[in-house]
């Protein structure tokens, strides 16, 4: 299954995903990463997908219209499969989701419907999640929709919350389960490719 990559980020999670599909033999991992795309020239995840081999790709974001264009035209020439976003922050247009019949994942370091939305990211989440008091939070790898985080879930990861957590320390614990996790659901994607609603590559 050919994936591509976007973020805006400096690339931890993107890392751990090529990390998985790189550490297994040559043919035996079911999906490839074949695109890193990110709407800002200067974001680490660039490099990251340069340090693996993979092609990677600036999609300036301004204005929405011309992104949403360029990036279906991007990802019809690398015939991709699913897009999966690692570190997005915008809202990604509605042509491109439909594009892909709905095939746009995204990973969220919480545990939906809680902590999600607008404006609910990087530390954000976290200093939410210890003002609610929550006794655990994690990762929720979900459908993309035309709104933020409201996509049905495919699965979740759970993090325990300790008394001591500062959103930084809870932030670095979510960090090292969700790069692994997003991995684990996107081979699980591929492997069982009926949870994929509709079967064709990429089309404009």
């Not at 299954?1 to 998985?20: D, P, Q």
């Not at 006794?135 to 979740?156: L, P, Y």
Request: include cysteine.
């Amino acid at each position: 299954m050919r994936v591509a990559i976007l973020g805006s980020g400096a690339g931890s999670t993107t890392h751990s995903v090529l990390v998985h599909e790189a550490s297994q033999p040559p043919g035996a991992c079911p999906y490839h990463v074949c695109r890193v795309i990110s709407s800002k020239p200067e974001a680490g995840i660039l490099q990251v997908g340069a340090a693996f081999g993979i092609e990677t790709v600036v999609v300036p974001y301004e204005p929405p219209s011309t992104f949403g264009a360029r990036l279906i035209a991007e990802l019809e020439r690398a015939q991709v499969e699913i897009l999966v976003l690692a570190g997005f922050l915008r809202l990604l247009p509605e042509t491109v989701i439909h594009a892909l019949d709905g095939r746009v994942i995204n990973t969220h370091p919480a545990l939906l419907p809680k902590h999600g939305g607008a404006g609910m990211y990087g530390l954000n989440v976290h200093r939410a999640v210890l003002e609610a008091g929550e006794k655990e939070t994690g990762v929720s790898v979900h459908w993309v929709t035309e709104h933020f985080d409201e996509g049905a879930v495919i699965a979740q990861e759970r993090v325990p919350v300790l008394p001591s957590d500062t959103p930084e320390a809870l932030q670095n614990r979510v960090k090292q389960v969700e790069g692994g996790f997003l991995a684990t659901m996107i081979e699980r994607i591929a492997r069982d490719r009926e949870t994929v609603p509709g079967q064709k590559n990429f089309h404009g």
